[in-house]
């Protein structure tokens, strides 16, 4: 069976680790976080960074950062991970779901305006398949209606949107490590914050509602109860890995684009003769190979080929179903209005398996098979 995902591994993972525990320094904010940050400060102009546990931490900080509540609306894709919705929903904030463009699973930014009230307090854009989202003309609305923007960029790692990095762009963003990512540290996340003034209360949230960062530096005596908080750091460990792994991003990035360009060119045939959807980059749009998939007509389509490859044993796996339909949202809300391209993402969209250690005769094999169905 050839599996949907196997975590890369740079060989140096170990050795860092080992570093960790010979600094003697395994708790969080420790020399490995700070090289991590500024590695990620530096190579892409983020403001401030901050290690989390996971993206999902990094959003729910980002929820505090808003103080987002119950009389806050806050617009959302419905094609998304649990994540993105979930650290706006512990908030008690009503979620409002903005539908899939037509072309692609982001979100249509033609059909944001709408659904702006007087309420709405932020628009959460989330760059599916590190395929950047329409940025000009989002930061474009936020700015017209003083609405905060948040990226999940879970996916975005090392994608541009023109020339800016992903994460760059918004208010706050959000960046995942978990071990699906280009970039891993098994669980791990990153909150990257663009916006000065969150900076300090930011760094009190993520060290348990306390100033003891500004202790550590030596700005403050003692460290003291300043605010709500929570646990949002990892340690020097999962902080060493990432390490490991940043030094190799340029080669991981190059290594994945060479698999999905083969994927690409390899099924084009297929779209040209109407069998089949590719992934459409827009041209303002960078690709970091975060994932390759391919969409089909129908559902039953989808549910066939997925069949096909699995009987040629190979693991391909669908995405997100439409957070508007799911159970918890329609038990809290009732009925929502009609996505119908999230629908149709969450019906259609196969993922392939992608990741540096797939062989070429993996690769080859795949494309065989899915040339085959057709
Ligand atoms: C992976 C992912 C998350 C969650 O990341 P964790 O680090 O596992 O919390 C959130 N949003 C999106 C879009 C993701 O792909």
Same mark, same amino acid.
């Given at each position: 069976?050839?599996k ?14 080992q ?39 990094a ?30 929903a ?19 930014a ?5 659904l ?49 990095p ?10 995942s ?19 000065e ?58 290594m ?9 060119e390899?099924l ?9 959807? $590719? &992934?459409?980059?827009?041209? %303002?749009? *960078? +690709?970091?190979?975060? /994932? ?6 129908? @559902?039953? =389509? ?11 044993e ?12 799911s159970?918890?949202i ?8 009609? $996505? &119908?391209?999230?629908?149709? %993402?969450? *019906? +259609?969209?196969?993922? /392939? ?6 062989? @070429?005769? =993996?690769q080859?094999?795949?494309v ?7």
């Amino acid at each position: 069976m050839i599996k949907f995902n196997k975590p890369y591994l740079t060989g140096r993972e170990g050795v860092f680790i080992q570093e960790a525990i010979e600094n003697n320094r395994l708790s969080g904010n420790g020399p490995f976080t700070a090289k991590c940050q500024n590695f990620f400060e530096q190579r892409y102009g983020f403001k401030k960074t901050l290690l989390t546990q996971s993206c999902t931490s990094a959003l729910e900080m980002a929820a505090l950062l808003m103080e987002c509540g119950p009389e806050d609306e806050i617009i959302i894709p419905s094609y998304t991970f649990v994540s993105t919705a979930n650290a706006f929903a512990l908030r008690g904030s009503k979620l409002v779901f903005a539908d899939s463009n037509p072309y692609n699973p982001n979100i249509d930014a033609e059909k944001i305006e709408p659904l702006i009230t007087s309420k709405t307090k932020a628009i959460v854009i989330v760059h599916y398949a590190g395929i950047s989202c329409d940025m000009g003309k989002i930061m474009e609305l936020a700015k017209a209606y003083n609405l905060f923007v948040i990226e999940d960029a879970a996916q975005g790692v090392d994608s541009f949107y023109r020339e800016r990095p992903l994460g760059s762009i918004g208010h706050l963003a959000a960046f995942s490590f978990h071990e699906t990512k280009n970039i891993i540290s098994g669980e791990g996340g990153m909150l990257a914050i663009n916006d000065e003034k969150f900076v300090k209360r930011a760094e009190i949230l993520w060290e348990k509602g306390t100033n003891r960062s500004a202790f550590f530096r030596g700005e403050v005596d003692k460290y003291n109860w300043i605010d709500v908080g929570s646990s949002f750091l990892p340690s020097e460990l999962t902080a060493a890995f990432l390490w490991a792994q940043l030094q190799e991003l340029d080669e991981i990035q190059s290594m994945r684009k060479v698999i999905w360009n083969f994927y690409f060119e390899s099924l084009l045939p297929l779209t040209q003769k109407g069998k089949l959807i $590719l &992934p459409v980059l827009p041209e %303002f749009a *960078s +690709n970091n190979a975060h /994932l390759f998939y391919v969409v089909t007509k129908s @559902h039953e =389509q989808y549910l066939a080929l997925v069949a096909h490859l699995k009987a040629n044993e190979i693991q391909a796996v669908f995405h997100y179903l439409s957070l508007h339909k799911s159970p918890y949202i329609v038990n809290k809300y009732g009925v929502q209005p009609e $996505l &119908p391209m999230s629908d149709f %993402f969450g *019906s +259609n969209l196969l993922r /392939l398996p992608l990741y540096p250690s797939l062989t @070429h005769n =993996q690769q080859q094999k795949i494309v065989r098979s899915v040339l085959s169905f057709f």
